[in-house]
């Protein structure tokens, strides 16, 4: 089992920045990638960017791609999320979690089901 907690949400005005750190622990020696998802409030839980644990490939949503950068600190089991160019649509519960499945290795995985651990939250609030 892996336990992933997240931490760095606020409230930033539009066009600002933020980072997004999240620290696993466990088993992590098991883990094939680490994604980002984020949920606003009545819309289902949406990929935001993964990466291979092994590789550090990354892969990313339409949306943020250019604005978002995710990275991986191996030695510390943790990674990261640097959010700038921030909007409103923006705003938002984000998630960190791990895949101890085989075939996100590649690239990460961008499905919630793919994921076998997930963090508690943090919230993210762009203002206009």
């Known amino acids: 089992q892996v336990v992933v907690i997240e931490s760095g949400g606020g409230l930033v005005q539009a066009g600002g920045s933020l980072r997004l750190s999240c620290a696993a622990s466990?088993?992590?020696?098991?883990?094939?990638?680490m994604g980002w998802f984020r949920q606003a409030p009545g819309d289902e839980r949406e990929f935001v960017a993964a990466?291979?644990?092994?590789?550090?490939?990354?892969h990313y949503a339409d949306s943020v791609e250019d604005r978002f950068t995710i990275s991986a600190d191996n030695a510390k089991n943790s990674v990261y999320l640097q959010m700038n160019s921030l909007k409103p649509e923006d705003t938002a519960v984000y998630f960190c979690?791990?895949?101890?499945?085989?075939?996100?290795?590649?690239?990460?995985?961008?499905?919630?089901?793919?994921?076998?651990?997930w963090g508690q939250g943090t919230q993210v609030t762009v203002s206009s």
């Open positions: 979690a791990a895949s101890l499945y085989e075939h996100c290795s590649g690239y990460g995985c961008f499905h919630p089901y793919d994921y076998t651990s």
């Open positions: 466990g088993r992590t020696f098991s883990m094939s990638a």
């Open positions: 990466i291979s644990w092994s590789s550090g490939r990354t």
